[in-house]
């Protein structure tokens, strides 16, 4: 079973970056998309971005196309998302997950594995 591990949230002003990690364990990674998901409070989870098992696609959310990046070091197991021009709005508790198969994708439904979280919080 796949298990997933953030990290390298925190706190940043707004137009500040932050990188997020997303080391995998327990399974063969190069087998699956993978995507980051963010939720803010009371609100729902909402997808950021996606990256299909090789990382020849990739899909963004419209909120945060042209700031955002994902890519992924298949040697290494991990899945990365650059967050660059961050605004107070991207404050969220960030969450990696494990696609059901090997396409990028935009729903929480086509996934199966998640991590814990890591928050991320811009201030203006």
């Known amino acids: 079973q796949v298990q997933l591990v953030e990290s390298g949230g925190g706190l940043v002003q707004a137009g500040g970056s932050l990188r997020l990690s997303c080391a995998a364990s327990g399974g063969t990674f190069i087998y699956y998309g993978m995507g980051w998901f963010r939720q803010a409070p009371g609100k729902e989870r909402e997808f950021v971005a996606t990256?299909?098992?090789?990382?020849?696609?990739?899909y963004y959310a419209d909120s945060v196309k042209g700031r955002y990046t994902i890519f992924r070091d298949n040697a290494k197991n991990t899945v990365y998302l650059q967050m660059n021009s961050l605004k107070p709005e991207d404050t969220a508790v960030y969450y990696c997950?494990?696609?059901?198969?090997?396409?990028?994708?935009?729903?929480?439904?086509?996934?199966?594995?998640w991590g814990q979280g890591t928050q991320v919080t811009v201030s203006s």
């Open positions: 990256i299909s098992r090789r990382g020849d696609s990739t």
């Open positions: 997950a494990k696609a059901r198969d090997g396409a990028a994708a935009s729903r929480t439904l086509e996934y199966d594995v």
